[in-house]
């Protein structure tokens, strides 16, 4: 059973350009949360995605965008980067259909951003 | 604003020393605290999920839990592989299962 997978691994960019981020869920969930990870911090909430919406935002700018596509995958797309936008950027899944205690979030193994 | 602290920042351990990392939240409704231990450069690893004060639940050397206002997780005889961040998390009883995380406890088990 594939757990959430995501890429690219690693990605380097410089100021001012657009990125795009990959996130497969783990088989059978249908909800995909992102989150940005700075060096030192624990991951914060950007937003989440269920059937194919954006459910709920974080407080982050209009810059940060997402799409969820109808097998579930998600993509996360960052307009205009800036310097500190550099971090580890994770995707987790769950899936609320076996009842709302049982929604733990899995998370994958990330993607390190790096703006220059 | 929902709110998780965890101490201390930094523990280094001796092989086989046990001890305990902390965290304390404040939510207007508890939905769900969880742990997750990281390793360098990784995805957070899910531990735990503790629903109600005085809930308990354990994994190998971990023992996690749950108070009103605190949770626990304590290291029995800890192992050098047992080095990660541990991170706390928690789930406000909104609708949504989105995770407010602390900054994580930075765990160095030496031999």
């Known amino acids: 059973d594939a757990g959430v997978t995501q890429s690219p691994t690693h990605l380097i960019k410089t100021r001012g350009q657009q990125v795009t981020l990959r996130c497969s869920p783990k088989?059978?969930?249908?909800?995909v949360s992102w989150y940005q990870q700075a060096l030192g911090q624990g991951p914060q909430f950007i937003f989440q995605?269920?059937?194919?919406?954006?459910?709920q935002r974080g407080n982050f700018p209009d810059r940060f965008s997402g799409h969820q596509f109808p097998n579930y995958s998600s993509e996360l797309n960052v307009n205009a980067l800036l310097l500190g936008d550099s971090a580890l950027y994770l995707c987790?899944?769950?899936?609320?259909?076996?009842?709302?205690?049982?929604?733990?979030?899995?998370f994958g193994p990330g993607t390190r951003l790096t703006v220059l | 604003e929902d709110q998780v602290t965890q101490s201390p920042e930094a523990l280094r351990l001796q092989e086989g020393e046990s001890s305990s990392l902390n965290c304390s939240y404040t939510v207007s409704g508890l939905r769900g605290l969880f742990w997750y231990r990281q390793d360098p450069g990784k995805g957070p690893e899910f531990l735990f999920t503790l629903y109600s004060a005085g809930e308990e639940k354990e994994k190998e050397r971990l023992k996690a839990t749950l108070t009103k206002k605190e949770s626990f997780l304590h290291i029995t005889a800890p192992k050098p592989e047992d080095s990660a961040t541990y991170l706390c998390?928690?789930?406000?009883?909104?609708?949504?299962?989105?995770?407010?995380f602390g900054k994580g406890t930075m765990l160095l088990v030496s031999p």
């Open positions: 995605y269920y059937e194919e919406e954006e459910r």
């Open positions: 088989s059978g969930h249908d909800t």
């Open positions: 987790a899944s769950s899936s609320p259909l076996t009842g709302w205690i049982s929604d733990t979030q899995y």
């Open positions: 998390a928690v789930r406000e009883n909104s609708g949504y299962s989105t995770l407010t």
